[in-house]
């Protein structure tokens, strides 16, 4: 359960238990975009079409999981009327299922790209000497959704800070396999579709960083009542610091 040292007490118990119940979702749904991304990444490593076909027909899940909570959000607006602490949970809430949805769309996004490079069966040597690196980085940005989704629960502004700081790392990576890959389709330009469908994988996976970096920052705004989204990391970590 959620510590909800900073959000109150309230006379209802009714809505107690509906804030309660959206939380948990919200982790509900990061769990299955978590499992999303790893299967996305275990088609890619064993160029598994089957796999790939999973994650593709869970999108519908992830989605339907957002319009539920999307749902759930308006009529707790409509009924209670929140204020304070409360409705910034609700607005945090609706942000990060926002992201979290994203988030879904560029893991099937990638399990489409190792879908049609194991249809292909992959004849390039050269692009596949870089699968350790977009695993690495698959593998980064996913303990970064992880670590992110632990910070909305536990309300951690110090971890969130700290979660964000790796959207660094995110970059570079996908920075590297990019110029590696660049550098392949101009030695070997009859290889450029190939490659194309590795590219915007590791793309699309930089972006799910992007989108665990903004749920950090939402978990900032719910604690500390300030949005950060164009603050620079020492201000972040101030905020974090007088938590």
């Known amino acids: 359960m959620m510590d909800t040292e900073h959000l109150g007490t309230h006379i209802s118990k009714q809505f107690n238990a509906d804030l309660e119940n959206l939380r948990e979702e919200v982790l509900a749904m990061g769990g299955i975009v978590e499992e999303q991304i790893t299967l996305a990444l275990d088609a890619f490593t064993n160029n598994d ?3 790939a076909d999973k994650v593709i027909a869970n999108e519908k899940t992830v989605n339907a999981k957002e319009m539920k909570i999307d749902e759930a959000c308006t009529k707790v607006l409509a009924k209670r009327q929140p ?3 409360d409705l910034r949970l609700i607005v945090t809430i609706l942000k ?6 994203r988030m879904g769309d560029e893991a099937e996004k990638v399990a489409r790209m190792a879908k049609a490079i194991a249809n292909k069966e992959m004849a390039v040597a050269n692009v596949k000497l870089h699968y350790g690196a977009l695993l690495h980085l698959g593998n980064h940005v996913k303990k970064m959704l992880h670590d992110a989704l632990d910070a909305f629960a536990r309300m ?3 971890s969130a800070v700290n979660v964000a700081k790796l959207d660094n790392q995110a970059d570079e990576e ?8 660049i550098t392949y389709m101009m030695e070997e330009p009859r290889r450029i579709s190939e490659v194309l469908d590795f590219m915007w994988s590791a ?3 930089e972006r799910i960083g992007d989108h665990a970096n903004n749920i950090c920052e939402y978990v900032v705004y719910l604690v ?3 949005d950060v989204r164009h603050k620079s990391w020492d201000e972040m970590q ?5 938590e």
Not at 96 to 101: A, G, H, R
Not at 174 to 181: D, F, G, K, P, V
């Open 224 to 226: 500390q009542g300030e």
């Open 96 to 101: 990060t299922i926002t992201d979290l949805e």
């Open 83 to 85: 204020a304070a602490g």
């Open 156 to 158: 951690d502004v110090e």
């Open 238 to 242: 101030r905020l974090a610091k007088d």
């Open 174 to 181: 996908y920075n590297a396999i990019s110029r590696q890959l």
């Open 203 to 205: 793309r699309a996976l």
């Open 49 to 51: 079409s089957d796999i």
